[in-house]
């Protein structure tokens, strides 16, 4: 039996907020150990990352980091010495997918028994969860947090030469880390956090808890990463936060995120995309700015959760029906080539039929390009977990299967537009089945295949459309 070594997650922790006095954010910059340097000489490490882009972005910082530590990448967990779960927690089913991973992959553990198991991401921040994955798959080694992924180095070299097993997660954010070293996942574009963290407390929602408060940034920092993706070459950044439009309120900025737009879109990168906006923190001056820069994509992923006041009222959105309308239509004059997605939850409790038509009424005036559609799922801490629901789980399925067939349909009749079309697309893969056939977006975000006789990928392409289909368009790049 492994020595322990538990720091665990804290609920109640995780729920505090400092007051608006001592509400200032500390940076610093990372630093490795020589030994931990030496960690990985001659060994493989493997990294399964799970969830929204953050999590992608973190993927892309532990990879950096164990290449630093010297170890080398394996395509296949088999291959690794070090397999790294970076997990999710937003909703149920992306838990059941980790669990059921670990345990697919239990057999290695017998095979090589100096293999090291790791998880990190959201799923660490639950106690309750990492109770049940210490329980169910002992074979972990490590856990650790959101808050203290720089300590990962310092945690993996305590990990292998004590032989112990670890958990240590911090229940409130620290300092802000820059200078972590990182391996980017894509050669055509690149993410950027801009904030970490998230103060709105949606009562479903559990990234308040897992991710901490929010924290911005210095703008110094993110224009010094933009910068080096231009100079690598890449044509496009995505920048992320849980809610990118309270960007700077720490900092003190009166109208932060678009002021850091504006700079972002001044070093001439070619596309700027940036993901999440809240319709609370919402200001006109983005929009404008939107419209006059070429290099700010005309696309807008704006969450609007239900289209029923009184579930918005008990989801703590904010907002209402008609204040979101009216920042749609705002929008939509402005910028009317702008394409629009959003996020819906059906089946939040107390969810009564007349609140899911009230949706439904919603996503025909928004005539959304496309919808991420998921049913409530509780989560543990979070107030809506302990709400009343009486609705059956198939009712609740229903509505979802009615609602994604009316999205489909008009995704369906707006891509039909396109076709005939020739649209400017950055290429940033290839099909598995045919080399010749490329994928990449739009400048409004729509994914394209195209053929392209020559080695188009990582370039912006023009692609006259040739067929469309709800969720994609085909197309033939134009020679050049
Ligand atoms: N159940 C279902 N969906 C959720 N989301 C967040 N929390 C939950 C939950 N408990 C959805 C919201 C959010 C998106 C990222 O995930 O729609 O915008
Ligand atoms: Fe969750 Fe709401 Fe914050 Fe989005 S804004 S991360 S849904 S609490």
Redesign the pocket.
């Known amino acids: 039996m492994k020595r322990k070594d538990y720091l665990m997650p804290d609920l109640k922790l995780e729920k505090k907020r400092s007051s608006k006095k001592d509400n200032e954010t500390a940076y610093r910059d990372f630093q490795m150990s020589l030994e931990a340097n030496r960690l990985g000489q001659d060994k493989k490490y493997y990294v399964k990352t799970y969830g ?1 882009q953050a999590n992608v972005r973190d993927g892309e910082s532990l990879s950096g980091m164990l290449e630093m530590m010297g170890f080398t990448y394996a395509e296949v967990p088999e291959k690794a010495d070090v397999i790294l779960f970076n997990t999710c927690a ?2 149920r089913a992306a838990e059941e997918k980790v669990m059921a991973e670990i345990g697919n992959l239990k057999y290695l553990k017998k095979e090589k028994p100096n293999i090291i198991f790791v998880l990190c991401g959201c799923m660490a921040q639950e106690k309750d969860v990492v109770e049940e994955l210490l329980q169910k798959h002992p074979q972990l080694d490590l856990i650790f947090g959101t808050h203290n992924l720089y300590r990962f180095p310092a945690l993996l070299q305590e990990v292998m030469v004590k032989k112990i097993q670890k958990v240590e997660v911090y229940s409130q954010e620290g300092e802000v880390v820059e200078s972590l070293p990182v391996k980017r996942s894509m050669s055509s574009k690149g993410f950027v956090n801009i904030m970490y963290g998230c103060d709105k407390f949606c009562t ?4 308040p808890y897992t991710r901490g408060k929010e924290r911005s940034r210095r703008m110094k920092d993110i224009l010094e990463e933009v910068s080096a993706l231009k100079k690598s070459g890449r044509k496009e950044v995505v920048l992320l936060g849980q809610n990118v439009n309270a960007y700077g309120k720490d900092l003190h900025m009166e109208d932060g995120f678009t002021d850091l737009l504006r700079a972002i879109s001044d070093t001439g990168i070619e596309r700027i995309r940036f993901y ?1 906006s809240h319709p609370r923190d919402y200001r006109s001056s983005l929009i404008d700015l939107m419209a006059e820069r070429k290099n700010i994509m005309p696309f807008l992923h704006f ?1 609007v ?1 239900s289209g029923s006041n009184e579930i918005l009222k008990r989801m703590a959105r904010g907002y209402t029906v008609e204040h979101y309308i009216s920042l749609y239509d705002e929008m939509m004059k402005k910028i009317p080539n702008m394409t629009f997605t959003t ?3 059906v089946g939040f409790p107390g969810e009564s039929d007349e609140d899911f038509e009230k949706t439904m009424n919603l996503v025909e005036h928004c005539q959304y390009d496309m919808a ?1 559609t ?6 543990v801490g ?1 107030p ?1 977990a302990s709400m009343t629901d009486s609705i059956s789980k198939e009712v609740k399925k229903a509505r979802l299967q009615r609602l994604n067939q009316r999205l489909r349909e008009i995704a369906a009749k707006k891509n039909k537009v396109y076709l005939g079309r020739i649209v400017r697309v950055l290429c940033e893969g290839i099909s598995k089945k045919n080399e010749k056939i490329y994928a990449g977006y739009t400048e409004d975000n729509k994914l394209v295949n195209f053929s392209c006789p020559w080695n188009c990928m990582d370039e912006i392409v023009d692609v006259e459309i040739t067929e469309t289909h709800s969720y994609t368009l085909n197309g033939r790049v134009l020679e050049k």
């Open positions: 929204c937003i909703r479903y929602c559990i990234v999440t969450p959760q996020d819906i939850i991420y998921f049913l409530y799922s509780p989560r979070t809506a």
